[in-house]
């Protein structure tokens, strides 16, 4: 046997006994299995080898069992031993007595050492997998820390400290994410799937959970169970309200999770590529819940309809701007977090409300989309529109031009015919 197969073989064994993932008695089993595969497809059998791993060494011995028989009653190389060359071993053997001998692994050619190292890499591999499935299934919505190591069109390739492959999907980004090759990227295991033994961990930054995890590690008393993160609402880059209740009237749950000056909450505001957090007071009073959830406009009165989880809120004029938020997005994020569908509603004094019509008084010759579109940009009342230019309607709803036109002529008409 060449040198050169030899120093193969003893790099087989350091190289499977560095496996930090894999504990001792399974690497003990594993390339004990793959030593018996081996020798039973050598011989037939390897029910008379013992087979002894040493992982600490890197090395490991092999016995082989035979019986004795007469010289003449020789058959089978591998189960028997003539009593001749039993007694150049020992002069005191006899017939059917059993002889164990060392056998050198090295002399079963090379063709058994690379069966042997091919059958150790593929059982090695799929307990790597199997233990990746297993270590990162038990992660899921747990916060990761790992190494950008490639960038592709739909999804990012990451490196745990392990070197294990984690993926982080275009669509599970922020969408102001900028990172560079080797940069530490923070996201959430959002699942892990398992596809012919192959898994595959996704991640995720916009999870809501990712949000609440960063809460957990910037908030001592969220992480020690003193206030409790009740319900998240979150459009990724943008804005999030989180509700937050304590147990324990001592604790303000608004403050803990704010900080002094905002300490607590920036790292997550920065974390979260300047993404706008508000925190308010969580209560199953509906009516308040909503009123605080869209601050900071100040509300006057609700109405609600819970069979249809509905909601109209009823605000002064200039509260309405407030509680819709630039782009709608105050009263979406104050819906997401109450469940209820919200509408936004001016209080009129009596001889306002008597000059003026709502919208939805329309519904016949306006489509209640248009409608809604309206309502996105604090237009309630037919006045609210016609108070807006023409460009700035078209610009601020993104509705087309024959559309704003036609709403216009209905509204002028309707007033004109009061006239």
């Given at each position: 046997m060449s040198k050169k197969e030899t120093i193969s073989l003893i790099d087989t064994f350091s190289e499977f006994k560095e496996l930090k993932s894999i504990d001792r008695s399974t690497l003990i089993s594993v390339?004990?299995?793959?030593?018996?595969?081996?020798?039973s497809k050598l011989f037939g059998t390897d029910e008379n080898y013992d087979v002894i791993i040493n992982p600490d060494k890197g090395d490991f011995e092999i016995y082989r069992n035979r019986t004795v028989v007469a010289d003449e009653d020789l058959e089978d190389p591998n189960l028997?031993?003539?009593?001749?060359?039993?007694k150049k071993i020992d002069e005191d053997y006899e017939i059917d007595e059993e002889v164990t001998d060392t056998v050198d692994f090295l002399s079963f050619g090379r063709r058994a050492i690379l069966t042997l190292r091919q059958t150790l890499s593929s059982k090695i591999l799929e307990l790597q997998k199997d233990n990746v499935f297993?270590?990162?299934?038990e992660k899921v919505?747990?916060?990761v820390s790992a190494e950008l190591y490639q960038i592709w069109k739909k999804e990012m390739l990451l490196i745990d400290e392990e070197g294990n492959e984690l993926y982080l999907p275009k669509s599970e980004q922020i969408p102001t994410d900028f990172y560079r090759k080797g940069d530490t990227v923070r996201a959430v295991v959002a699942m892990v799937e398992n596809k012919n033994n192959n898994p595959k961990i996704i991640l995720s930054r916009i999870s809501p959970v990712f949000l609440e995890r960063l809460f957990e590690l910037e908030v001592p008393e969220i992480h020690e169970g003193l206030i409790t993160i009740k319900k998240i609402a979150r459009i990724p880059g943008e804005r999030a309200k989180v509700a937050v209740e304590s147990y324990d009237d001592r604790i303000d749950p608004v403050g803990a999770c704010v900080g002094v000056k905002g300490s607590r909450i920036h790292g997550i505001v920065r974390e979260l590529?300047?993404?706008n957090i508000d925190v308010i007071n969580y209560t199953n009073n509906i009516n308040l819940f909503i009123s605080r959830a869209?601050?900071?406009?100040?509300?006057?009165?609700?109405?609600?309809n819970e069979l249809e989880k509905k909601a109209e809120i009823y605000l002064k004029p200039e509260e309405v701007s407030q509680a819709i938020g630039k782009g709608g997005?105050?009263?979406?994020?104050?819906?997401?977090?109450s469940?209820?569908?919200l509408d936004v509603f001016r209080e009129m004094d009596e001889d306002t409300e008597s000059e003026d019509i709502y919208l939805n008084e329309f519904s016949d010759e306006i489509d209640q989309w248009v409608i809604d579109a309206l309502k996105t940009i604090g237009c309630d009342t037919a006045k609210d529109v016609l108070a807006i230019p023409r460009a700035d309607l078209i610009r601020r709803t993104d509705l087309e031009e024959e559309t704003i036109d036609e709403v216009l002529a209905i509204l002028t008409a309707e007033f004109e015919d009061e006239e």
């Open positions: 390339m004990e299995e793959s030593f018996r595969n081996v020798i028997q031993i003539s009593l001749t060359d039993a297993s270590k990162y299934s919505g747990q916060i590529r300047n993404e869209l601050s900071p406009a100040k509300i006057s009165s609700i109405r609600l997005l105050n009263i979406k994020l104050a819906g997401m977090l469940g209820y569908t």
